[in-house]
């Protein structure tokens, strides 16, 4: 299983080199995801058909230089989202905002039309649920595809928005999917991320963890350790002859 991720699908480039002429799926993965992956078919399966799939957490960074001595960079959804629509200005593209509230929305339109004036951008809130029915799932494609957004970003949270991405790409009338969960709520202001220096030496789990404890308990308390035990595992493959 890590060798699926870490050595031959996680992208250790740079956002700035990224082919974006056909069409494209955009997920990250952090060390969480990497746990959740491993019980969830469908999730594992998004995961390693992303066409670009950027790491995403403190921990894949380590446990790509721990076991291949690779030095790659940390690539947030954040970053993400902030170069795409960078060059979504720059190439006059049209951006689409699937997920969260519509208050979140709103906000993220504000601050939009007060960043890029020309941007030209829709918005839609699915409803709030695990799993769509078949005529919720066809009124979000219809949303999509009568606007044919040339990016579309997913914020419906892991692993929902990659599965749902994975089983409905070939049906989305868009070049590039991205999916980028919590950024929705970081762009609009209605979650406060930590200082870029927090960030840098890789304690924004600290930083999250302590403004929601109980949201993030599994996250940092159970998968995270699931994760050291794996990364050990596979170290110790590599130094048996």
């Known amino acids: 299983m890590f060798l699926k991720f870490f050595k031959y699908k ?10 974006l002429n056909f ?8 060390p969480h995801s990497y746990i959740v992956s491993k019980k969830d078919k469908t999730f594992s ?9 950027f790491p995403d957490g403190i921990g894949i960074v380590l446990a790509i230089k721990i ?3 690779i030095k790659t960079d940390r690539i947030t959804g954040a970053k993400i989202h902030d170069f795409l629509l960078k060059k979504a200005e720059i190439e006059s593209l049209s951006v689409f905002y699937l997920g969260s509230s519509i208050k979140t929305l709103k906000l993220i339109k504000s601050k939009n039309t007060f960043k890029f004036a020309g941007l030209k951008a829709s918005y839609f809130s699915p409803p709030f649920k695990t799993v769509f029915s078949e005529n919720e799932n066809k009124n979000i494609l219809k949303k ?14 892991a692993p929902k928005q990659e599965k749902w991405t994975f089983l409905n790409k070939n049906k989305i009338d868009s070049n590039i999917i991205v999916s980028i969960g919590a950024v929705f709520d970081f762009y609009a202001g209605t979650v406060i991320r930590p200082s870029p220096f927090v960030q840098k030496i890789g304690l924004e789990w600290a930083f999250r ?3 929601e404890p109980s949201k993030l308990f599994k996250r940092n308390f159970v998968s995270a350790p699931l ?9 110790i493959k590599q130094l048996i002859p």
Request: hydrophobic fraction near 50%.
């Open 227 to 235: 994760f050291i035990f794996d990364l050990f595992l596979e170290k």
């Open 45 to 53: 399966n998004a995961l390693l058909s992303s066409d670009y799939l």
């Open 10 to 19: 996680i992208y250790h480039g740079q956002l700035k080199d990224l082919n």
């Open 144 to 157: 999509i595809n009568s606007f044919k957004p040339d990016i579309l970003f997913v914020g419906m949270t």
């Open 67 to 69: 076991l291949f001595n």
């Open 209 to 211: 963890f302590a403004k």
């Open 23 to 30: 069409k494209t799926v955009i997920n990250t993965i952090n």
